[in-house]
């Protein structure tokens, strides 16, 4: 009995599995369908620059062919003396400081040009002199006294310090140099330096700069999504970087003289005004480059002096207005970051003491004078002031009245 049950049992299952295998059999072509999302791209290949950084002291040319300023110990220019001219007939006057350098010096304010992109770039520069009056350009600096019946000027764009090498190899350092003494070197052949006897151009390249290029970041926002660049915080050290670097930058200054010439041709020429101009261009090397500009790494702010308890200060409000002052800010372990510079030295970290006082921040400078180089303030001096609050670095400048 036993076994005619189980046989009829086997019998059910084998039917059932037949029903069900031949029902399988019936959709044995199943598609799986899943939209996939294409998260995003950005583009890596970023063309930016920094474009010349020198005031226009750098192009400002005080022309004294027969040394009256030193003659006459500086008579003629109030607050200054004849220590703060150099002994030559073609001067400019300087910002950049440092050992030797002078008020008015023989050579001009550097001009610093730097990549802080992440592709390389040629770049082209062009220098002239216009409105030269009755005053005649030269384009030899050994042979400018010969000439007696004319007023003669000679400037020159000093080589300084040229792009280096290709990071791929590329021999960029002995090209540049190439084109840049191929373009008119020295006057006298003895010195890289570029003669301003008309408008001459050169175009150089650069490379990229491994300590900018290290700084771009991947970031997302809800407004642009997905973009790529130097974050607002390491703007600063971007530039630092690029202008450090000597693959990826240019520097030159500008030097001139005047021939002796006569009477007659100098009085002449007073009434001349020449203007010494540079221009430049730039390209990216690589194709697909997106242009773009670095992002503000200062926001414009008011300084002014306080009296906190005996000690003078600065305070420095969000806005470049008396009135406003830090949204939130209530605390001095708020500020991050702070600094001070003396007129156009170097930016020093010595603060005496940091306050907050209703949403302002107090920086005092009394114990700090000596590391930035000063020991008391003349009418004209400035005091930079740099503090970082909530990731954003505000920059206010006091002078002195």
Do not use: C, H
Not at 232 to 251: E, H, P, Q
Not at 289 to 308: S, W
């Amino acid at each position: 009995m036993f076994k005619k049950n189980l046989k009829r049992f086997v019998a059910i299952m084998l039917t059932a599995a037949m029903v069900i295998g031949s029902s399988a059999m019936a959709y044995a072509d199943p598609q799986y369908n899943y939209a996939g999302d294409v998260e995003g791209w950005v583009n890596k290949k970023v063309f930016t620059v920094l474009v010349p950084t020198a005031s226009a002291n750098a192009l400002k040319m005080l022309i004294d062919p027969q040394k009256l300023i030193k003659d006459t110990a500086a008579a003629a220019k109030e607050g200054l003396s004849a220590n703060d001219f150099d002994d030559a007939t073609v001067l400019f006057p300087r910002t950049e400081t440092g050992a030797g350098i002078k008020k008015f010096s023989s050579t001009s304010d550097s001009i610093s040009m730097a990549n802080v992109g992440t592709v390389s770039v040629n770049f082209t520069i062009a220098v002239g002199i216009t409105d030269l009056g009755t005053i005649v350009l030269s384009d030899n600096k050994t042979t400018i006294n010969n000439t007696t019946d004319k007023a003669v000027l000679f400037v020159e764009m000093l080589k300084g310090t040229l792009p280096g090498n290709n990071s791929s190899g590329v021999d960029w350092a002995a090209d540049n140099l190439t084109k840049w003494r191929a373009v008119g070197a020295g006057g006298t052949g003895t010195t890289d330096a570029i003669v301003v006897s008309q408008n001459k151009s050169v175009t150089l390249s650069a490379d990229v700069v491994p300590a900018v290029k290290n700084l771009y970041k991947v970031s997302w926002n809800s407004t642009e999504e997905y973009t790529y660049g130097i974050p607002k915080t390491s703007v600063s050290t971007a530039k630092i970087n690029a202008y450090a670097a000597t693959d990826g930058l240019f520097k030159t200054q500008f030097s001139g003289t005047t021939n002796n010439g006569d009477l007659v041709a100098w009085r002449d020429a007073k009434a001349s005004q020449p203007k010494l101009s540079l221009t430049y261009s730039f390209e990216a090397v690589e194709d697909g480059a997106d242009e773009k500009d670095l992002p503000a790494d200062t926001v414009d702010a008011y300084a002014n002096v306080q009296d906190f308890g005996g000690s003078t200060g600065y305070v420095l409000l969000t806005k470049p207005s008396e009135s406003s002052t830090f949204e939130g800010l209530t605390s001095a372990s708020q500020i991050t970051g702070y600094k001070l510079k003396y007129n156009n030295g170097s930016y020093v970290d010595v603060i005496d003491k940091v306050m907050v006082y209703n949403g302002m921040v107090g920086i005092t400078y009394v114990n700090a004078k000596a590391a930035l180089g000063f020991d008391s303030l003349s009418a004209g001096d400035k005091i930079t002031v740099q503090v970082v609050y909530d990731d954003t670095t505000y920059e206010a400048v006091y002078t002195q009245q």
